[in-house]
Nanobody, 121 residues
Framework: QVQLVESGGGLVQPGGSLRLSCAAS????????MAWYRQAPGKERDLVAR???????NYADSVKDRFTISRDNAKNTVYLQMNNLKFEDTAVYYC???????????????WGQGTQVTVSS
């Protein structure tokens, strides 16, 4: 079975930094795109950043030049470095991965459980 396990959320002051991590557990995986989404209270879940297997990235306009997505394919892990955090970055952050699972030859999108990021003074 495949699971995405996130870590790194918390409470931070405006202008501060946090680093989120998301590791895919399980063996015999081929992981294509990995991404971070976020959902603020009363709002839809939106894409924050996405990274392809070979490292191509794209970002939401609201986080460009502040957030950096990266991945370690050997560890099946994706990261989100968040700098200069703002009040409006407060949300639950979800990891997402497009995974081909060799044992049952299935390919589907997986989601993490979410991690809370709160920016507050």
């Amino acid at each position: 079975q495949v699971q995405l396990v996130e870590s790194g959320g918390g409470l931070v002051q405006p202008g501060g930094s946090l680093r989120l991590s998301c590791a895919a557990s399980g063996s015999s995986l081929i992981i294509f795109n990995m991404a971070w989404y976020r959902q603020a209270p009363g709002k839809e879940r939106d894409l924050v950043a996405r990274i392809s297997y070979d490292g191509n990235t794209n970002y939401a306009d609201s986080v460009k030049d502040r957030f950096t997505i990266s991945r370690d394919n050997a560890k099946n892990t994706v990261y989100l470095q968040m700098n200069n955090l703002k009040f409006e970055d407060t949300a639950v952050y979800y990891c997402n991965a497009d995974i081909y699972y060799l044992p049952d030859t299935s390919r589907r999108s997986y989601w993490g459980q979410g991690t809370q990021v709160t920016v507050s003074s």
